[in-house]
């Protein structure tokens, strides 16, 4: 096919294979109906299910049909959400971020819900959030007539919770179930969950779960021909030129030739890519699209595929010197996982998985990649068969040779759970780095984050010093300061209180102005025995920032440990709903100590239930437990149960009991002998 007048994308009338946008609005047709039906559900109903095949146009309905009809003086949108697992770990600023500084209890799902919602947060704050948490930090919103606005959420491709991967299922319930407090806690809440028809059957069994009776569902079909007609024209309107009525009949005939006879449909994802080579290949001048024009562009389901292998040839040409083998390949490499499915990658500063940033900028301004802000993936998922074919044999598991490819390809052995392939390939990216000390320093911290999560923490934190050391040669302080905190943590997880209080206080004085230093710090302080001094610290950075949660959280527990319920108390309601299993079981221990209980003493016990199943070696929360017990049993500290948990306090070691709480943990553990 020649190329003809229609290239510039400033002028193209047609998306071609991504999603719609909403800023693309003013060029999507066919679906008003669909899209006034869907807004008035979302906003009618605690939970609205969109399903339909790959194809029929799910993301784009949302994205430029629905949300330019919402009203803002009357709804309460928040940024439509994704919770693909992505990487291993959460990406600031083009780096990974070290493990060791972000809370225990790390929800990838909750956090990449969190992330679209708040981009602009601190990701160590958002992932000590609960979905219910950071939905109650929001100020809450009225319309013109004093009413509460509802609060609509969406998430798009919630197949992404149902991926195959046994050992992310924990993550997926635990995702659910914050959903499902998130809804019964404001009943304000509108959520939309689009989700493909062959994982429907999955995400049903939540909806009675998540909304109980007050959920609706919605299949979004192939256009009609009507729809199809609106589609094809509607956007060239105001363009200059017009299609002849043979010329859309054309299409429609040859869009809908597989369709089951009286319901003739034509998918959109094809739609759009026969309409995108049409325009394309229409001579200068041109004022009527005619049949001649449109010829057999659609008469087979292959425009996906042709269209494909156009866009390729096209980057190919420009920027490989023509070699469209070498780009297909790292095509199906780099962005189709084992499962045969799309998978996201981080663009990295200049090259990304061994290809030149310009290569994959080229891709995206051609509608074959699509990229969100530090990720990228292909536009759409019918474009995975089309370059498996024309790449031909092609390992989805091997990895290439450039240190930012094993990097990589290291990330998603780790997301998947693979230490030892993970390993294998950050060290051989290491071997090869030569000279980059950015890359390098990535490096380091991939190493050190495996390192943390097998425990060998002396390993992590060698990494992360290199690490940090290289970061600071290249004056990228804020990434120094993240590393400072992680080896902090570290050291404590080490036992070694009196190393972290005397690196942190090193580190504060240095990068005054990052407070999640400050925090640790108090953390590090409060282990090596120095409570008032801790609660103090923390504090002040309470008054440079009100809302950090994780300084709420931490003078909430120190407070509970000093027996200051009543403040403790008002620290840890603030900061809920809680997450950690320490601060968890800090609030039931305060609950429980004030005289007049706020809490059934039930909803105590459960509490501390469920710290004590989550951190089965905390000795903070076993003391706690113990404390608590004290107080149920009518101080009577002869009970088997308040010496058993004091002995487990004494015992555990993830975290161990601070240095002032060792005391009274032993003489509760002894209390009651002869």
């Known amino acids: 096919m020649n190329r003809g007048s229609g290239g510039s994308a400033a002028h193209r009338p047609y998306v071609g294979l991504r999603a719609f946008r909403a800023d693309d609005a003013y060029r999507f047709f066919g679906r008003a109906r669909a899209a006034h039906d869907l807004a008035a559900h979302w906003q009618a109903n605690r939970l609205t299910i969109l399903h339909g095949p790959s194809g029929a146009g799910k993301t784009s309905l949302l994205q430029a049909g629905v949300l330019p009809l919402l009203d803002p003086e009357t709804t309460d949108t928040l940024p439509v959400g994704r919770v693909s697992y992505g990487s291993a770990f959460p990406v600031v600023d083009g780096a990974i971020y070290p493990a060791a500084a972000l809370p225990p209890q790390h929800n990838p799902h909750v956090f990449a819900l969190l992330t679209a919602w708040a981009p602009n947060e601190s990701p160590a704050r958002l992932a000590g959030l609960t979905l219910e948490g950071y939905l109650r930090s929001r100020p809450a919103r009225q319309d013109p007539y004093g009413d509460p606005m509802p609060v609509l959420l969406a998430i798009d491709q ?147 595929t042709t269209y494909c292998e156009l866009m390729v040839r096209e980057v190919a040409a420009a920027h490989l010197d023509g070699d469209t083998g070498r780009l297909l390949s790292w095509l199906a490499r780099t962005f189709v996982t084992q499962l045969v499915t799309r998978r996201r990658v981080r663009v990295r500063e200049n090259v990304t998985v061994g290809m030149d940033n310009a290569i994959v900028e080229a891709l995206v301004r051609r509608d074959i990649l699509l990229r969100d802000a530090e990720w990228c993936e292909l536009s759409h998922d019918r474009l995975i068969q089309p370059i498996l074919q024309a790449a031909g044999p092609v390992d989805l598991s091997a990895s290439g040779s450039d240190p930012d490819d094993l990097l990589g390809s290291a990330e998603l052995a780790l997301r998947d759970r693979d230490l030892e392939q993970a390993k294998t390939r950050a060290r051989a990216a290491f071997d090869r780095v030569r000279g980059d000390r950015r890359l390098e320093a990535e490096i380091h911290t991939f190493l050190g984050n495996i390192a943390h999560q097998e425990q060998e923490y002396a390993s992590s934190i060698d990494h992360y010093l290199r690490a940090a050391e290289l970061f600071e040669s290249l004056s990228a302080f804020d990434a120094v300061g993240r590393l400072l905190v992680g080896m902090g943590w570290l050291r404590l997880a080490q036992g070694r209180s009196d190393l972290a209080v005397e690196e942190l206080n090193i580190a504060q004085g240095r990068y005054s102005h990052d407070l999640s230093i400050k925090t640790a710090f108090a953390w590090a302080l409060w282990h090596d025995g120095a409570p008032a001094l801790a609660r103090d610290t923390v504090t002040d950075v309470l008054e440079q920032d009100g809302d950090a949660h994780d300084a709420l959280q931490a003078r909430g527990e120190f407070l509970a440990s000093m027996g200051e319920s009543e403040a403790a108390f008002a620290d840890l309601e603030r900061a809920g709903p809680l997450q950690w299993p320490s601060t968890k079981a800090a609030h039931a221990l305060a609950a429980a100590r004030l005289a007049e209980a706020p809490e059934p003493a039930s909803a105590i016990r459960e509490e501390i239930r469920e710290a004590l199943e989550d951190a089965p070696d905390s000795g903070p929360v076993w003391l706690y437990s113990a404390w608590i017990n004290l107080v149920q049993a009518e101080h009577d500290p002869a009970d088997e149960t308040i010496r058993e948990h004091a002995r487990r306090a004494l015992k555990a070691r993830s975290p161990a009991l601070p240095r002032h709480l060792r005391d009274e943990a032993r003489r509760l553990a002894a209390s009651g002998d002869r």
């Open 158 to 304: 919630a197949e992404e919770l149902f991926d195959g991967f046994t050992h992310r299922q924990v993550y997926r319930e635990w995702f659910l179930d914050q959903l499902k407090r998130a809804l019964e806690a404001d009943r304000n809440l509108r959520l939309l969950m689009c989700v493909r028809d062959d994982h429907l059957a999955s995400i049903m069994p939540y909806g009675r779960k998540l909304a109980a009776n007050d959920h609706r569902r919605l299949r979004l079909d192939a256009f009609d021909p009507d729809e199809a007609r609106e589609a094809i024209t509607g956007p060239v309107r105001g363009t200059g030129r017009v299609y002849d009525r043979s010329a859309v009949d054309r299409l429609l005939s040859d869009l809908a030739a597989d369709s089951p006879p009286g319901d003739r449909r034509a998918e959109p994802v094809r739609l759009q890519a026969a309409c995108s080579m049409v325009w394309r290949s229409l001579p200068p001048g041109v004022r009527t699209i005619t049949e001649a024009h449109v010829g057999d562009i659609a008469a087979t389901d292959k425009q996906v």
